[in-house]
């Protein structure tokens, strides 16, 4: 009688769903995954010191998420980060967007306001009747939604790189209205657009 009722709870003990992480746990969890493959790259907060890396502090998590997702299924490529995401686990991404969505991004002073001045009424431009402003998909202050990058303090060399990337269709993994807008802008108005998101906080 005592082993039927000890296998009965151990059987409901075993069937109940893990309770969830904590929001403490899961950014402890998010800063020793940075610590330990993340920080050469995009540093301890999200902050890049290399052009060649994304300023990823306070960037919104459900877009990390997203991104981080693509790298390791294959949908995004660029920067080894295919390798990097590779094993992570969905509870993995869920920490690491958290972690990073947390930390505060530094703005980067310009270093031409003439050309500020022109990227910032390109941001608030529309492109074409049939086409959106930037500001209209990112907001007024580029900080971005759940399906929208924050662009606010992004490193200029960066923006720029992934307008380019939009406009010759090298980067895929996002919808067809960045191809379109991007296809509008010169190399100039990419560099002005990527100079005044980078003076953004």
């Given amino acids: 009688m005592r082993g039927r009722i000890y296998a009965a709870a151990l059987a409901v003990l075993l069937a109940a769903p893990a309770a969830a992480p904590s929001e403490g746990e899961l950014l402890e969890r998010g800063r020793r995954i940075v610590a330990a493959r993340c920080f050469l790259c995009h540093g301890m907060r999200g902050?890049?010191?290399?052009?060649?890396?994304?300023q990823i502090a306070r960037q919104h998590?459900?877009?990390l998420e997203k991104q981080l997702r693509d790298?390791?299924?294959?949908?995004?490529?660029?920067g080894?980060?295919?390798?990097?995401?590779?094993?992570?686990?969905?509870?993995?991404?869920?920490?690491?967007?958290?972690?990073?969505?947390?930390?505060?991004?530094e703005p980067h002073?310009?270093?031409?306001?003439?050309?500020?001045?022109?990227?910032?009424?390109l941001y608030f431009e529309r492109p074409g009747e049939e086409l959106r402003s930037c500001a209209q998909c990112h907001g007024?202050?580029?900080?971005?939604?759940e399906t929208r990058p924050r662009l606010a303090g992004q490193l200029p060399a960066y923006?720029?790189?992934q307008l380019r990337n939009f406009r010759e269709r090298v980067r895929r993994n996002e919808d067809e209205l960045m191809h379109r807008v991007a296809a509008r802008l010169s190399d100039d108005q990419i560099d002005a657009l990527a100079d005044f998101l980078g003076t953004l906080k």
């Fill in 109 to 121: 002073p310009p270093s031409d306001p003439a050309r500020v001045a022109v990227g910032r009424a």
């Fill in 159 to 161: 923006t720029a790189r």
């Fill in 71 to 78: 790298f390791r299924e294959g949908r995004r490529k660029g």
């Fill in 80 to 105: 080894g980060m295919e390798q990097m995401a590779a094993d992570l686990t969905d509870a993995d991404i869920a920490a690491l967007a958290l972690y990073f969505s947390r930390q505060a991004p």
């Fill in 61 to 63: 998590p459900r877009y």
């Fill in 47 to 54: 902050e890049s010191a290399s052009e060649l890396y994304p």
């Fill in 140 to 145: 007024p202050d580029a900080a971005g939604s």
